[in-house]
């Protein structure tokens, strides 16, 4: 089945630096790849994805970008700011090896933006 | 609209009882997912129903869990005879179906066993 690894783990940035947090995979067959957002005690948030037939993904100042021949995708915020720390997951959609196709997530990340 | 929800938020249960979970998806969306999340972990698939199609059952870590999904919308998750290593946060998702992809979440339920 898949397996998806994230790193780092734990990020501390300055407000109004730039976040890049990194996941590879192992299927390369899967075709699609969410990014998650998860703050403390509540559920995960899609805040940006994409799919295997395009390389960027841009939406104001979070953007994805995705090499498929390295199999792996990160997730960029410029500009951060206290109200993006938070746990960020990211996904890969894979075979289960059980007639469907599913979401095989990373560790996660967690961001700490320093005001 | 409604996003997905999920009951009891919280349950506290003794070790070698049964709970079930339930969730209720978003209108309309006719595939639900059932994962798991453990203390700082990432989120474990569990099973995935599809309109009436036979469920992907190929997440579930032993034959103590089981899942039902009732006239293609509400969801039940059992976990019978329950061990402390089944504690964690159970949470459901929905999508709108085949070719669509995005996940929407529930609150979850956090399960801890005693």
């Known amino acids: 089945g898949e397996n998806v690894e994230q790193h780092p783990s734990t990020l501390s940035v300055q407000e109004g630096d730039s976040a890049v947090i990194k996941c590879t995979y192992s299927?390369?067959?899967?075709?699609?790849f969410p990014w998650y957002k998860q703050e403390l005690g509540k559920r995960p948030q899609l805040i940006i994805d994409?799919?295997?037939?395009?390389g960027e993904k841009k939406d104001q100042r979070i953007a994805v970008t995705l090499n498929k021949t390295a199999k792996h995708f990160s997730l960029h915020i410029t500009e951060t700011q206290p109200e993006d720390s938070a746990v960020y997951f990211c996904?890969?959609?894979?075979?289960?090896?059980?007639?469907?196709?599913?979401?095989?997530f990373g560790k996660g990340t967690k961001l700490s933006v320093i005001p | 609209g409604a996003g997905v929800s999920q009951s009891p938020s919280n349950k506290v249960t003794e070790k070698g009882k049964d709970v079930e979970l339930r969730c209720d998806p978003i209108?309309?969306?006719?595939?639900l997912y059932w994962y798991r999340q453990s203390l700082g972990q990432g989120l474990e698939f569990l099973i995935y129903?599809?309109?009436?199609?036979?469920?992907?059952k190929s997440g579930l870590p032993s034959d103590r869990f089981s899942a039902e999904r009732t006239g293609g919308s509400v969801s039940t998750l059992t976990i019978q005879r329950t061990q402390q290593e089944d504690s964690a946060v159970y949470l459901c998702?929905?999508?709108?179906?085949?070719?669509?992809?995005?996940?929407?979440f529930g609150p979850g339920t956090r399960l801890t066993v005693t």
């Open positions: 994409i799919r295997s037939n395009v």
């Open positions: 129903f599809q309109g009436n199609s036979a469920p992907d």
């Open positions: 996904a890969a959609r894979g075979y289960s090896g059980a007639g469907s196709y599913q979401l095989t």
């Open positions: 209108s309309g969306h006719t595939a």
């Open positions: 998702a929905s999508a709108r179906g085949l070719s669509t992809y995005e996940q929407y």
């Open positions: 299927d390369s067959a899967s075709n699609y």
